[in-house]
């Protein structure tokens, strides 16, 4: 049993907090500055905005976006890894907190969905366990702003509508709310599972890394269906028009109950942000 104090955990966390909220993935930079040599103006001249603003945020350690998200934290944790000290759950919590005050990053959480108190310090976070078989603690952390969360859509299908259904639901949710999203998109898809997991699993579903394929090849087509048919929206950056809606769409699929199909989109802004580290 490998055994790994809390504070570790914090202290990784509050790291994290600054490291993602400053720094673009490689990835979506570099599908960003792809589309880029592919638009016409005005659109060309708004991702290159983009891209330069990637490049002052990682310079000078500020946030990509003034809206530094609500905090999910997607773990992978050990069988045989055995926490000392304070619980995962505070553990995390703490470094978020920590990670928010001392990097001066927005604090955006409010403490009641009714009354309009905030919290402080950016906590609680979401925090979604599963498990694996080695000794390591994989902690992967998504700042995600409300602009793109308030995209976001479920719908409980019936499954009589299959594939059909699901890709019109998915098209006509980007249709409506993808302009407010600030695009260049990236858009999680979950199909399957029930209620309650299929808007964690679409959610889950963005951390892909943009270019990679689906590992079942009837998702993969899938995926290059939507995407093209996305960006045949013509929304654009930022909702002026162009060639370039969505940068990626991943899907995720589970077992369902045969009475019901749930489909999940979690749409994602250009500010991708996502930070990964393993202790």
């Known amino acids: 049993m490998r055994k790994i104090k809390s504070e570790i955990i914090t202290m990784a966390v509050e790291e994290l907090c600054a490291l993602a909220n400053y720094e673009l993935p490689n990835d979506v930079l570099s599908a960003l500055k792809a589309a880029h040599k592919k ?40 069988r045989g890894v055995q926490i000392e000290g304070l619980n995962l759950y505070d553990a995390v919590n703490k470094g978020v907190s920590l990670g928010y005050k001392n990097n001066y990053l927005r604090k955006s959480i409010l403490c009641d969905p009714l009354i309009r108190k905030n919290t402080g310090d950016n906590t609680p976070a979401n925090v979604y366990v599963n498990f694996s078989d080695d000794d390591n603690i994989k902690i992967t952390f998504l700042p995600k702003g ?32 993808g302009a407010n999203a600030c695009p260049p998109l990236i858009i999680g898809v979950a199909i399957g599972g029930d209620f309650s997991c299929a808007a964690k699993n679409a959610k889950a579903a963005l951390l892909r890394k943009i270019g990679s394929k689906n590992k079942n090849p009837f998702y993969a087509k899938k995926e290059k269906e939507l995407l093209k048919e996305i960006n045949k929206l013509a929304i654009g950056p930022m909702g002026i028009g162009g060639k370039t809606t969505a940068l990626a769409v991943f899907i995720d699929a589970k077992p369902r109950h045969i009475a019901s199909l749930p489909a999940a989109v979690s ?13």
């Open 146 to 177: 409300g602009g793109s969360e308030n995209a976001s859509a479920l719908k409980m299908l019936n499954p009589s509508q299959s594939w059909e259904g699901i890709k019109n639901f998915i098209l006509q949710t980007v249709k409506e709310k």
């Open 267 to 279: 749409i994602q802004c250009h500010s991708h942000r996502h930070k990964t580290i393993v202790l």
């Open 39 to 78: 638009e016409n103006v005005p659109a060309k001249n708004v991702l290159a905005q983009i891209i330069k603003n990637a490049r002052i945020a990682k310079d000078e350690k500020i946030p990509l976006c003034q809206d530094t998200g609500t905090a999910n934290f997607f773990i992978d944790l050990g």
